[in-house]
């Protein structure tokens, strides 16, 4: 990219246009336009600047400023990178996307400039599919170390070209760690999709390099990441496009990113043809000037076949590699260029760093919708099993019946046994058979407490399902959870607890404290009877007998809680009844919560960001702002 002894001719102040033409008509041509410096409250310390001498107080100070400010990025990388999307809910694909470009753009980019003030310069050249991108590098540089060819894209590998004493620093270690690469051997050869190719040559001068990128615009959708990829590693951006293609919206997507990021730009218009030509630039011109771009620099390449060797053989990339060997000869310029774009991308991070957050606080609040669905559904659950466990809506059909089965057979009578010597014989001898019907009242109080968390827990989920599918993404996450194994056990599981919650409800009939101050103290009986009779008045027979109504239970019937405190006493009995309501409340509210799991699951594992992340985020661009 040696610059030529002689550049072509340019117009004065009053030319109609900056475009370089070649050969054909040189009296067009232009000089470049010096790329603007930047504004004095863009943050004048970022960015490269010259050293002050070691050991003074300016660079001791300079030195602390630099490893502030290098740990100030670190820690937003750091928030960047550990932040999750859930897949499938909204705002994950354009939270990951940004995600991703910002924190390829400080690891790239911004980390190595501030830690290195040597790096060499890099050109991306990009741009539209056969605008002779691959041709050009070949020209500027001097030699072929690019393919060139019909098929489209042509590029599928990026090839950067840099003189040999600088390609250590492309290597895996220094520039961008995670792409693939290949040295060059000998001629250009072409790389494998996803490869960088590392083209060394002496015909490069040293502290610069030019990068061939994949089609902007290519058929092949994974090459627009690989190029954007690329361009945000880049200090200046030549965009190339075609006099056919130039009004593409792609090409002006990737000339707006320049914009906004203010990056140093060069724009080159190719194969322009000699007819219309006047007019033809004054509206690429006019288009830039429009976007906000009327300060890039800006040149044309007229339709030509003089080609050979994969490069041009006349003098038409003249005027553009005089304008590169300015940018990299002359430390003024250069400076100019690279502090732009890096200031540029710093002043980026005000906006694209929130609006990152606000992606992950879009996503919290999704997830805050579908944890409070889930909160909702259990708490009304729990509230629908705690009002029917007292108010005696479980004391009809099956279960009344059984009750007055047992209370008219009985049953509570033939329980009682007055203590003493036939008591004893009859201990000796044995328990009681119990009789189906009590068989039959005990099976009947476990399918009603089954029925009544079976429905509850049910209703619970159907409510979740239908309000997590009201929400983009959330039915996959509904039937994720729902299709969790473990779940469909929910029945077998409230037999064991209301099993288990009867056995104790009878053992607490049998402590001491419940009989040594009642009629228990004279009587014998079968704990297990009893501690039905307790589970009825539970129950809410009580009320259900007071309330009338359909389901009021049948008068006829003996009142549980009288035998009860015939038994016990008053006191006694509020504290058995007391110690077994609260038993049965904590294995329902148990099973309630084990049911929740698969939800709470489903929840945790979709990768919704944590609360906090958004904080950090905006906190991290605060350090920045005030570090810079």
């Known amino acids: ?19 370089g033409t070649g050969p054909a008509a040189t009296s067009d041509q232009p000089a470049p336009g010096p790329e603007p410096a930047p504004d004095a409250d863009a943050g004048a310390r970022v960015g490269p600047t010259a050293p002050a001498p070691a050991g003074s107080a300016r660079h001791r100070a300079s030195v602390s400023e630099d490893h502030r400010f290098e740990q100030v990025l670190e820690s937003l990388r750091k928030h ?10 909204p705002h994950a694909e354009e939270g990951r996307t940004l995600q991703t470009d910002v924190l390829a753009q400080l690891s790239d980019y911004v980390l190595p400039r501030v830690r290195r003030s040597d790096i060499p310069l890099l050109i991306a050249v990009a741009g539209s599919t056969g605008a002779g991108k691959s041709t050009l590098v070949n020209s500027l540089v001097g030699e072929q170390v690019t393919t060139t060819g019909v098929r489209r894209p042509t590029t599928n590998s990026p090839v950067l070209a840099c003189n040999p004493a600088d390609v250590d620093w492309f290597s895996e270690a220094s520039f961008i760690p995670s792409l693939p690469r290949v040295r060059q051997q000998g001629l250009a050869m072409p790389g494998k999709d996803g490869m960088l190719v590392l ?82 630039l004054d509206h690429f011109g006019a288009m830039l000037e429009a976007n906000g771009l009327g300060t890039a620099a ?61 992606q992950v606080e879009a996503q919290i609040e999704t997830g805050r919708t579908l944890a409070t669905a889930v909160d909702d559904s259990y708490a009304t659950a729990r509230h629908r099993v705690e009002t029917s466990l007292g108010d005696g809506s479980l004391l009809r059909g099956s279960l009344l019946a059984r009750w007055q089965e047992v209370a008219a057979g009985g049953e509570l009578a033939r329980s009682l046994r007055l203590r003493g010597k036939r008591a004893r014989r009859v201990r000796r001898a044995g328990p009681p058979e119990r009789s189906q ?36 993404g959330g039915g996959d996450l509904a039937a994720k959870a729902l299709n969790q194994p473990g779940t469909g056990l929910l029945a077998q599981q409230i037999r064991q607890e209301v099993a288990e919650w009867q056995r104790e409800v009878a053992e607490m009939t049998t402590a001491s404290g419940a009989t ?79 049911e929740r799991v698969p939800f709470d699951n489903a929840l945790a594992s979709a990768g919704i960001p944590s609360e906090d992340s958004a904080v950090q985020l905006y906190q991290a661009t605060y350090n920045l702002e005030i570090t810079r």
């Open 298 to 358: 800006r040149f044309a390449i007229p339709e030509t076949d003089q080609v050979r060797g994969e490069r041009f053989t006349s003098n038409v990339a003249d005027h553009i590699r005089g304008y590169l060997a300015d940018v990299a000869g002359e430390a003024d310029q250069r400076d100019r260029v690279t502090r732009r774009t890096f200031i540029g991308v710093i002043d980026s991070f005000r906006s694209r760093v929130p609006e990152l957050a606000r």
């Open 80 to 89: 960047i990178r550990d932040l999750e999307f859930a897949d499938g809910l």
């Open 199 to 280: 083209a060394a040559t002496e015909a490069m001068p040293r502290g610069v390099a030019l990068l061939d990128t994949p089609d902007v615009d290519s058929a092949v959708a994974a090459h627009h990441e690989f190029a954007a990829k690329f361009l945000d590693a880049a200090d200046l951006w030549m965009f190339v496009t075609t006099s056919t293609r130039y009004a593409d919206a792609r090409v002006w997507e990737f000339l707006q990113v320049a914009r906004d990021r203010d990056t140093s730009l060069a724009v080159v218009l190719s194969r322009v043809p000699r007819r219309g030509r006047r007019q033809l």
């Open 437 to 472: 019907r009590v068989i039959a009242l005990e099976r009947a109080v476990r399918d009603a407490l089954e029925a009544l968390v079976v429905s509850a827990c049910e209703r619970a989920s159907d409510e979740i399902e239908q309000r997590w599918r009201e929400v983009p």
């Open 1 to 19: 990219m040696t610059r030529p002894s002689a550049a072509p001719g340019t117009t004065g102040p009053g030319a109609p246009d900056r475009f």
């Open 516 to 594: 040594k101050r009642s009629v228990a103290r004279f009587v014998t009986f079968d704990h297990d009877i009893v501690a039905l009779v307790l589970i009825i008045d539970l129950l809410g027979y009580e009320r259900s007998h007071s309330g009338g109504g359909a389901h009021a239970a049948d008068p006829s019937g003996p009142s549980p809680q009288r035998l009860l405190k015939g038994l016990f006493g008053a006191q006694s009995l509020r504290s058995i009844g007391a110690s077994a309501r609260d038993d049965l409340r904590q294995r329902v509210l148990g099973l309630l919560n084990r």
